[in-house]
């Protein structure tokens, strides 16, 4: 049931993924005329998957450890992480981009960041109800 769970939240991101995507993709002229840079976007939503993925595959083997310490420790700690690896893509972007930055899109960047940390929060959640039960 656990692993039902699991393929469920991991679900969740590639739908929220291909969504964003597909949504970039149509709406490239209207964000582009608005000063959001469409492949920032799609490239942020990348990132955000790769980090996430990787993110919540070493919390579910937090899970596994009977101390539930070791899990909110991993979930804390796992996000910050994520956020702070974030941070460093981001330098490196308005280093790269110089003028041609797009802070629009920068700013759809931090809402993705959102999204995808409330997904694998509420989905890590649900894993650990199911893995202790309905205590």
């Known amino acids: 049931m656990v692993t039902n769970l699991r393929q469920k939240l991991m679900m969740r ?4 993924f291909i969504v964003v995507i597909v949504l970039a993709m149509v709406f490239a ?12 976007v799609i490239s942020a939503n990348a990132l955000l998957l790769v980090f996430t993925g990787g993110n919540m595959l070493l919390q579910v083997k937090a899970l596994a450890n009977p101390n539930p310490n070791v899990f909110v420790r991993s979930v804390m700690g796992g996000t910050f992480v994520k956020l702070v690896l974030l941070v460093i893509a981001l330098a490196i972007y308005l280093f790269a981009a110089g003028a041609n930055r797009s802070i629009y ?5 931090a809402g993705l ?4 940390t409330a997904i694998e929060v509420k989905g890590l959640l ?3 109800k199911q893995n202790n039960g309905s205590n």
Do not use: G, Q, R, S
């Open 13 to 16: 991101f590639f739908i929220l």
């Open 29 to 40: 002229p209207w964000l582009d005329a608005h000063k959001i840079n469409h492949l920032v």
């Open 105 to 109: 899109a920068i700013c759809v960047a």
């Open 113 to 116: 960041y959102i999204a995808y």
């Open 126 to 128: 649900e894993l650990n």
